[in-house]
């Protein structure tokens, strides 16, 4: 098996690329091939070989600070890293708020507020990105509260109440996955 081909190559890679999010699209792409290209040439073909050439490039964290720092030292200002546990967080709240809201309205409304907080605070989405997560988040409340207005909530049967169900889950869970794609790229 060629080396860049073995699995721990492509877990470092990937390591590298998630942590590297930050980088314009271009500088990354660059490193990823400096790194395969490095692996490579190499020419490490058991695991022990392939350990030690990932050991020798350091650890995905190092290297992509290390990008980083060149690239703000360069002149290009970016963020700084996000922690991934921040992320998850934002994602987990937002995708969890449709159904919190119709199970609690103080919970949900808690929950729906700090996940939007936290996506707006946070530089590891675009804008368009936000303005996704943002949509599907306040889609349930909304909803309900035109239903509310248009006094729709007295005449909910089993199925009206099923589509709000789906739709409490679906559309929040939609609006997290694009949010979490976006932090993977």
Same mark, same amino acid.
């Given at each position: ?130 303005? &996704? ?22 005449? &909910? ?29």
């Amino acid at each position: 098996m060629n080396a860049i081909d073995h699995p721990l190559v492509t877990a470092y890679l990937d390591a590298v690329a998630r942590e590297t999010a930050e980088l314009p699209a271009e500088r990354r792409a660059e490193l990823l091939a400096d790194l395969r290209e490095h692996v490579e040439a190499s020419d490490a073909r058991d695991d022990d070989q392939v350990r030690e050439v990932l050991t020798g490039l350091g650890e995905p964290r190092t290297v992509a600070a290390s990008a980083l720092s060149e690239e703000t030292s360069a002149g290009h200002t970016h963020p700084a890293p996000v922690a991934p546990g921040r992320a998850k967080l934002t994602v987990i709240l937002l995708g969890c708020s449709g159904p919190l809201l119709l199970a609690s309205s103080v919970v949900g409304t808690i929950a729906l507020i700090a996940g939007l907080a936290l996506l707006w605070g946070a530089p590891q989405w675009e804008t368009r990105h936000k303005v &996704i997560g943002t949509a599907t988040a306040v889609a349930v409340p909304v909803l309900v509260f035109v239903g509310a207005l248009l006094g729709a909530a007295s005449r &909910i049967g089993p199925i009206e109440l099923l589509l709000l169900l789906a739709f409490s889950l679906g559309v929040p869970a939609v609006g997290a996955t694009v949010l979490l794609r976006a932090v993977r790229r």
